[in-house]
């Protein structure tokens, strides 16, 4: 929350000096070394050039009667971000045509962006628009936008395999909370906390983790690393929106069914949670799931971008999210971390059922109505599991049993000699 | 309607002189030259021997009191196909074990075949049966049996490719209207439009035409040109009872599926359909999709066969057809055979999303509630199922969209050099 | 019911004098020989040590008024199966840490077995124990456990093929009906029968047939078999629990789907049943589906171990399952051997449908309404299915037809040519 609080109010867009202050304050919180990847305005992969900075230097909108309509120290979200510098009078009616507004959110500020095409527009609360009258108005934007670079940063952090789980979150939104700052949040949180257990070799698989501008920095990303992530990807996720304290939304990967759907799955079985649908997606899992690349990522956030009203407006604030809401997504992550890493394929190759008594695994006394034949008889169906081809998560899903009991039974199965990997 | 009506009380049967001058009329309809077959009787295929002509030449069956009980002027049907001459004077108690009847339909005469075994017998309207008083009854039935030709229809339009549809329909029973002409009847307008379009060299998929008596013309046909058409066909349809303004029937192939069958599912969510069961087929799909053949064939009527009470009666007149019934399979036939034509396999290999607003197909503005974001959702959908592997039709089933809107955004996009074939 | 009612006092365990007296009575009632095959105590296979012989001398237990509350005449269950030999007084609290009872069956000695722990223990019914006073009780069992042999039995009855269907039960538990001798009785029966069938050559598959104790027999003869039994094993069932007259219930192999299970659900068409799970399997099942085995193995109960009241106690007597019981089983696997004999993949090459009328097999007067209609109508549906992979049962499924009668239309074509094998 920290962090939340220290970004807030840094004016980020695609390129501008705002987002290499919000990539310095993401740095002062990570406990590894991050990896910077700076590229340079007009470089062009596939039509998407790297745009010059956009600045926003100052700004104002002043009604016939001399009120100022625009407070840049209250929110950057006033001017549609990529808007051109202009100082000129209009009528209202000319004017109107260049103010966007929510007229279902009359107190709410939209966010709107124009990265593409040369224009400049104002955003103001549907409240203030409504009693706007007839008049000059004298708008007053300036912007700069020399060449830059677009930041994208990169944090590896070994495992003892080759093969990788990858987390991607985005920073490109000026002055929001659930949909921009909540991503990198838990993102850092996991970094620095798989960074700890890198350091004591702990982990399994090794974890990429990437940060950059939504679309156009994703694919400035996949232009540079598709093929070395393609050879050793396993799983990833995209962290967004995940910070607010409420039910989960699980958006799939492209469909379905991978090993990095399949974890986040089993692992939704113990929240309350609301399936979406692949054709709903909106964050990069449109880069990472495109056909060509077709990466196995999927997405569980706290509420779903486009379907909570505060989405793109000033009313996705500070007080929007919450440690609460931050700290659930935490926990739920290390959960598909922890189900990742001990995610496991045994084989049983014994001919019928090995002897579990003298081992422990069985009770001595065999008669009905005995409750340690529960555990028994969950032994015994497991192992006619492993047959090579099933993994834990099956084992928990054939059984309706939870990860944690399933792992132990195979530890001790593993560790008595009965199976192999 | 006009080629329904002069065909109307021309007598055919397998083989027989009506069946030539049925396919003249046709012939004279027709716009491209019509291939004729003509296999000689006594030609046999697996057990399927072409019999010889069956001309009915007169038939008279006089009363007790004097009163003639058939009238050919009025129908063909009033002797069974297929029946001996006889000149012979019976009890009633006798004579009925010759007469068919419908109980259920009392003023209909039933169509009633013998074609493989030597009989004699008279069709009846109940009605009239159940009248007859005691006595006398004198028959007249004169026919003729010379050596003949079992004639067959062929015609082929060639398209840009190989790749063949086939429409087969069938002529072999007399005097009925649905259950026999409407198929020559759409099959004639289907040849017509596709023959112009041949020759403006609009068409991608060659098409073969085939028309012959149900079952022994079928297979007949197999045996001179399977290997040909199992090479080349990519669909087929047959056209039976599609002459009635009705709710459609869907007579799926053989296991469904096929390329036919899912054009065909698709051009129906237009319709009010019932999904029939390929157990209860009944026409040349019998021959068409039998397990050594296995053509993706299967048919869309107006009404099914053996499920209309008019069925294989002198009720399945011109009057129970329309011009509005023939219409309306004709339109339907042609969006089948617009779908086949434009279904395309495009592939995305872009890294992640094409760059689509410079493109013209993206909005430039990005903000919550517009509209124009809906067709631009519906693009980035599109792209993303262009693996390689999905066609137009199943876009349009996956995202509930028309065919002709997915096919203009593949069109737009395609044209742009974001996709390729 | 003659077997079980000579079979059912002598004390079986896992090995023991009993089980050799048991499988004495067992050949006599065999036609053919079975071959027996004697592991001495001591051979250990995976951890399964053949144990000593188990022998009960005699038991009693007097209370302090000094009454017998052991009467072994009446029940071999008084005394815990494997229990040492004892003679010592205990105070009834520590007396009733020895003592086995089913309160939810107050008149029932419940089954207990120790076989692979060193301990005494006495079973009585809860009504007893219930009334039982302080003071001192005198116990006094006397086992031996000599080496001994643990006794398997086979018989192999030769068919046309070299493959092999697959019928297993066992023999350990002392004194119980539906739940040991109801399985001997049935497949003594099937065994009587087939081997005379072999004798005039009227068998197809060959057939084996085992028994022996569960689960360490089951094992064993896997260590012996598993090889030669899993190149040549195309179906096989358990014989457990097959002896009262009342709904069935079906416990299927491993993934279902086999050839076993097939057939069993086919029969089961015409009974009442329920369907168990796998993951409820309790007999020897779970060694010849264990996942290094695999083999096509399930049964076919008339009630299931674990899920009758009587299950494992005195309550599980000759009164408990009947010849009713019985017969319906041995009805039952009747059919199920009738279906997998008979069972067959026909292929029609034919191009289109075969000429059926010529050979007897359609009607000769084609009109609506005719009723053989029915019958030709299932000849063209069976002939379309033969497509090279698909069998009788599949037909049978696909049509909702009987298998004798789809089986008696498969020979009528295939006797007329119309169809290969």
């Not at 549907?126 to 936008?145: K, M, P």
């Not at 906390?193 to 996949?222: D, M, Q, V």
């Not at 971390?337 to 081992?359: A, F, M, Q, T, W």
Request: proline share 5%.
């Amino acid at each position: 929350m920290d962090f939340c609080i220290q970004a807030f109010q840094i004016p980020r867009s695609i390129v501008s000096k705002g987002n290499l202050d919000s990539m310095s304050v993401l740095e002062s919180f990570l406990i590894p070394k991050i990896n910077f990847i700076d590229i340079p305005s007009g470089t062009d992969f596939n039509g998407w050039t790297v745009p010059n900075e956009w600045n926003l230097v100052s700004a104002s909108l002043v009604s016939p009667n001399g009120e100022e309509l625009i407070d840049l120290e209250l929110s950057n979200l006033y001017v549609v971000v990529g808007s051109q510098s202009i100082d000129a009078i209009f009528e209202l009616q000319e004017l109107l045509s260049h103010i966007h507004t929510r007229s279902d959110l009359p107190t709410a500020i939209p966010y709107v962006t124009s990265y593409y095409s040369k224009t400049w527009g104002v955003c103001l609360p549907y409240s203030v628009v409504e009693t706007l009258e007839a008049g000059d108005y004298r708008v007053r934007i300036s912007t700069t936008s020399p060449p830059g670079v677009m930041r994208l940063g990169e944090i590896f952090i070994p495992g003892r395999e080759d093969t990788e789980v990858f987390f991607s979150t985005y920073f490109c939104h000026p002055q929001m909370a659930n949909n921009e700052l909540s991503g990198p949040a838990v993102w850092m949180s996991l970094v620095n906390s798989l960074w700890k257990k890198s350091l004591r070799n702990e982990l399994r698989y090794s974890y990429r983790f990437y940060i950059g501008p939504e679309t156009i920095g994703a694919i400035h990303y996949l232009s540079l690393r598709r093929t070395e992530i393609s050879k050793s990807i396993v799983a990833g996720y995209v962290l967004t929106c995940v910070g607010v304290d409420s039910d989960l939304v699980f958006m799939p990967s492209r469909y379905g069914m991978t090993l990095a759907d399949r974890v986040a799955e089993l692992a939704l079985l113990n929240y309350e949670f609301k399936r979406s649908d692949f054709l709903k997606r909106g964050s990069d899992e449109r880069q990472w799931c495109s056909p060509a690349i077709n990466w196995p990522v999927c997405s569980v956030m706290t509420n779903k971008y486009h379907d909570y009203p505060e989405y793109h407006t000033s009313l996705d604030d500070l007080g929007f999210i919450s440690e609460a809401g931050l700290s659930k997504s935490i926990k739920f992550y290390s959960e598909i971390i922890y189900i990742l890493e001990r995610n496991r394929i045994y084989i049983n190759n014994n001919v019928g059922e090995p002897k579990l008594d003298s081992l422990g695994l069985y009770p001595n006394i065999n008669k009905d109505g005995n409750t340690s034949h529960l555990e028994a008889r969950n032994i015994l169906n497991i192992l006619n599991m492993l047959d090579g081809k099933t993994d834990t998560i099956q084992i928990c899903k054939s059984l309706s049993l939870n990860f944690q009991e399933v792992e132990s039974l195979l530890g001790r199965l593993h560790a008595a000699g009965v199976i192999t990997l």
